[in-house]
């Protein structure tokens, strides 16, 4: 046994400045230094939380004691947690702390950790090796012996910079470079207004944010795998430590974007439903992007059971009814807007010539016009690529989608780890005898936890449903894939 634990001093230091800054607020706005014991107040009831939480780790499992105003004992066992996490942020690092969380495999608060406590290096470190030796009882014989047999996953910096920048949507990257080039213009004019700094204030929330979110956040990106336990850590200036059992991945992701399938590239993701090292924090990447065939190489060394020689079934022929009709009805819609757009340009032209210049009217026109044409010609070229790209894959014990013209991604999943199946279709693939099978599977993301498949016979949009019910009642389903 270890503990009973309580979270380490620094914890009170953030609850501690909110309520000082409480505090000194009601005092300047009341104008009144007895206000400032709410502030007092505040802080009385974080220490006194602080003071009653105790965190006890048994030979079965994990107790949790809150003795407040109600009295709260949660205990968690071994069995259940999914992933255990070390965050290491700036503030930690200074003082040598590091907040420590567990997770366990439930979808009802996938989103934030059940236990997490802050605790001085060496004793988390401590901790770590404790709850991994009760969560796989043969931990220590592999540690002792798995270090020399361990191959490494790692990116370079280059790698990681390159990830930051292709693994965004490429919606996103598009219209980022639109906002910079219009503020680029528009700031080079002498009556530009606020418009040039709104479209660079955007794209430095589109782009620039979520690049320098992923650059501090993969650099020193290193994963491994131990036995049936896979080890991720990475981050620049807040570091991560994040280890789960193999066995807890619902879903493995290949995602391959418009500018990263250009350069041939790809990365994984593991659908784990409690790898969140924080609250709405997760954490599933297993490979940044990288070349397909290095790509290929990591799966085999860290999840060999979702790699497989497949091939992909494509849509039938008659998928191409309905995927000409939304190509079209959406077509028609980008003209009617494109119509609008232009109307309402001439209708402005003397406000935005005298406020931005006829350069700036003119190139504004062109780039509605010029996204408007791309636009259709991508929805009636986006319908030949589904037919050549979109398919599925129904294996003996798992089953592949891959789906999507533009952004790629394939998953891989396990037919027990289903949790519903749905068949969907229009009025259109109805007529023609079609639909598309949406499976939902536990995950950390909350409603990301989906895949859906591409156009197929209504009889094999069934197979999913069918095949998990018929491995329920001939006894093939693993339960323990689904224990939570």
């Not at 040039?196 to 794209?203: H, I, L, Q, R, T």
């Not at 990263?260 to 790809?266: D, K």
Request: proline share 3%.
């Amino acid at each position: 046994m270890m503990g009973p634990y309580r979270n380490h001093p620094v914890s009170l230091l953030k609850g501690g400045l909110i309520c000082a800054l409480i505090g000194i607020i009601a005092i300047f706005s009341t104008e009144r230094f007895e206000f400032g014991l709410i502030g007092f107040i505040g802080f009385y009831f974080i220490f006194r939380l602080w003071h009653k939480t105790t965190y006890t780790f048994t030979e079965e499992g994990i107790d949790v004691t809150k003795s407040t105003a109600f009295k709260a004992d949660t205990n968690i066992p071994y069995s259940k947690i999914s992933s255990i996490n070390l965050v290491r942020s700036i503030l930690d690092r200074i003082l040598g702390t590091v907040t420590v969380s567990f997770n366990i495999n439930s979808g009802v608060n996938a989103s934030s950790p059940e236990v997490s406590l802050v605790l001085k290096k060496d004793k988390a470190e401590e901790l770590r090796v404790f709850v991994e030796s009760k969560i796989h009882t043969d931990m220590a014989v592999r540690e002792e012996t798995a270090e020399e047999e361990r191959v490494y996953v790692t990116f370079s910096d280059l790698e990681v910079i390159t990830h930051s920048f292709i693994s965004m949507p490429t919606g996103s990257i598009l219209t980022s470079i639109v906002f910079f080039a219009y503020s680029v213009v528009a700031l080079t004019q002498e009556r530009s207004g606020p418009s040039g700094m709104f479209a660079m204030f955007v794209f430095l929330v589109t782009m620039g944010a979520p690049v320098v979110n992923q650059l501090l956040r993969y650099f020193n990106f290193t994963a491994y795998r131990s036995g049936d336990t896979i080890f991720l850590e990475h981050g620049l200036l807040q570091t991560y430590h994040s280890s789960f059992d193999i066995h807890r991945i619902n879903a493995v992701r290949v995602k391959s974007p418009l500018f990263a399938r250009l350069l041939r590239r790809s990365s994984i993701q593991a659908e784990v439903v409690g790898i969140n090292a924080m609250a709405s924090d997760a954490t599933p990447t297993l490979c940044l992007m990288t070349s397909n065939a290095h790509n290929r190489w990591i799966m085999q060394t860290l999840l060999p059971e979702f790699t497989d020689d497949y091939d992909i079934t494509l849509q039938p022929k008659e998928a191409s009814r309905p995927l000409f009709f939304k190509g079209i009805v959406y077509s028609a819609i980008t003209a009617i807007i494109a119509v609008i757009f232009v109307a309402a340009m001439m209708s402005w032209k003397n406000d935005i010539v005298d406020h931005l210049g006829n350069s700036v009217y003119i190139a504004i026109i062109a780039c509605g016009l010029a996204l408007a044409a791309v636009s259709v010609f991508a929805n009636i070229y986006g319908c030949f690529v589904s037919l050549r790209r979109i398919g599925y894959h129904f294996g003996e014990e798992k089953f592949i989608f891959v789906y999507g013209v533009v952004d790629r991604e394939t998953t891989i999943m396990q037919y027990d780890r289903v949790q519903m199946a749905e068949e969907t279709s229009g009025p259109i693939s109805r007529h023609y005898g079609l639909a598309q099978c949406e499976v939902s599977f536990l995950s950390a993301l909350g409603n990301v936890g989906k895949a859906r498949s591409g156009y197929m016979t209504a009889d094999q949009a069934r197979y999913i449903g069918d095949t998990v019910m018929a491995r329920i009642q001939d006894g093939r389903y693993d339960y323990k894939k689904n224990e939570i």
